[in-house]
């Protein structure tokens, strides 16, 4: 679980993150809120950036690093990225939040609709809670029923009925959700018998990317009977693709195993970091999508959406699912060969586009922060606990900058004995 509260070990990182730190504790509590808080961050990581383009990213003190956070998702085809940069400038130029959408709104989800597979509709938000939200209340809207599966230890956004964490939660905030364990048919056959005819939705991360824990791939089995699941209750199957949207494949993550959602949810790489998400769905579940009273002041917002067009485009031109692959396998191979160089076992799981990499036995997480703050020293910016994210911008090059980072973080670790 994430720190959160602001708990700060007293080390000053540098001298600018550390006066802004300082500044920022006595307006905003805690310093920051959220993961976004660099105490949950080995010593030595910054808080605050100063700027970023392509896979490198600055930090307000003046040092460079590659990243592979890539903002915790949304940056998907490089900070800056010209096209998408262009569209949203000529968009500004003519308006952004109006008094209703401007015409890209159409465009934009006429080009969803056209790369999403299973997507008949779709509806725009901001945030990926926004997105996952929307689609449980549709599926309550569209089959009149209250209990909404998720997976045990599965992140779907941080409103009462799906953080994890309990400040503020009341019981009844959670009352309709029941829960199984990702993968396991059987757990989630049993889940469905409790809902006793009441079900209204199993939700389902794209893979198991659970914090701190080795990453899991929905194995096709796992797929088909949560689809076969809903398909005999009349429940929605809805695909939470906030994190993985778009990296793992254009149509949807579950392509691949050959398994459609009724609703989707999307936010972090539609728009390349410019505020945007989306719920997804098929023909069953419009009339119910247009009952349900979703808005928000700035969800109409133009220049998001000019945004999303270009980058959209610019996947599906680059095949950036293929891209991202390829850096992917060049990372965890490389990770591999150090790993072995070293002698320090570690444990590299998931999609290679979000990886995701443990040292064996290194429960406190002693290794893999000692790793991360020496190879932050060399430029690389590793998250010791989070799955990372690859980029259409990590060309070989950055990869091996990143590995030659790496290589300094694996001889740290071995130095621990
Ligand atoms: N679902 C998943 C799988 C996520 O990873 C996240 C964000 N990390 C969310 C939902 C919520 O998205 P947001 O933080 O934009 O509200």
Same mark, same amino acid.
């Given at each position: 679980m994430w720190n959160i509260g602001g708990k700060d070990d007293g080390m000053i990182p540098n001298e600018r993150d550390a006066a802004l730190r300082a500044r920022a504790k006595q307006v905003v509590p805690g310093g920051?809120? $959220? @993961? !976004?808080?660099?105490?949950?961050?080995?010593?030595?990581?910054?808080?605050f950036f100063e700027s970023a383009r392509g896979c490198r990213i600055r930090d307000v003190n003046g040092r460079e690093y590659v990243d592979l956070m890539c903002s915790f998702g949304p940056?998907?085809? $490089? @900070? !800056?990225h010209p096209e998408v940069e262009e569209a949203a400038r000529r968009q500004a130029e003519r308006g952004d939040c109006q008094n209703g959408p401007g015409e890209v709104m159409v465009e934009l989800a006429e080009l969803m609709v056209d790369t999403v597979?299973?997507?008949d509709w779709v509806q725009f938000q901001k945030n990926g809670t926004d997105a996952t939200t929307v689609c449980v209340t549709i599926a309550r809207a569209a089959t009149g029923k209250r209990k909404v599966l998720v997976a045990r230890g599965a992140y779907h956004g941080a409103a009462p009925w799906c953080t994890p964490y309990p400040a503020g939660v009341m019981t009844e905030d959670r009352a309709h959700l029941l829960h199984y364990d990702y993968n396991d048919v059987a757990s989630l056959t049993a889940a469905v018998g409790q809902a006793e005819g009441d079900l209204a939705a199993i939700v389902v991360s794209?893979?198991?990317?659970?914090?701190?824990k080795t990453q899991e791939l929905p194995t096709p089995e796992f797929a088909r009977a949560a689809r076969a699941l809903c398909d005999a209750t009349g429940a929605a199957l809805i695909l939470?693709?906030?994190?993985a949207g778009f990296r793992l494949h254009l149509g949807g993550s579950w392509e691949p195993v050959g398994v459609r959602p009724d609703l989707s949810a999307f936010s972090k790489?539609?728009?390349?970091?410019?505020a945007l998400a989306a719920a997804t769905g098929n023909d069953r579940f419009r009339e119910a999508a247009t009952k349900v009273f979703t808005t928000g002041s700035f969800w109409t917002g133009a220049v998001a959406m000019a945004a999303a067009v270009a980058t959209l485009k610019v996947m599906r031109r680059e095949d950036a699912p293929a891209r991202m692959e390829e850096a992917g396998t060049r990372f965890r191979q490389g990770m591999d060969a150090l790993a072995a160089k070293y002698g320090v076992p570690i444990e590299q799981s998931g999609p290679v586009q979000m990886p995701m990499v443990l040292f064996t036995g290194d429960t406190e997480f002693r290794f893999a922060n000692t790793f991360c703050v020496a190879a932050l020293a060399e430029g690389g910016y590793f998250h010791p606990k989070h799955n990372m994210f690859l980029s259409t911008a990590h060309a070989p090059a950055d990869i091996d900058a990143v590995l030659h980072a790496a290589d300094a973080g694996f001889r740290a670790v071995a130095a621990l004995g």
């Open positions: 920051m809120w $959220g @993961h !976004q808080n660099a105490a949950n961050l080995p010593e030595g990581y910054p808080q940056m998907v085809v $490089g @900070h !800056q597979a299973h997507a794209a893979f198991r990317h659970d914090l701190a939470d693709d906030v994190r790489a539609i728009a390349n970091g410019h």
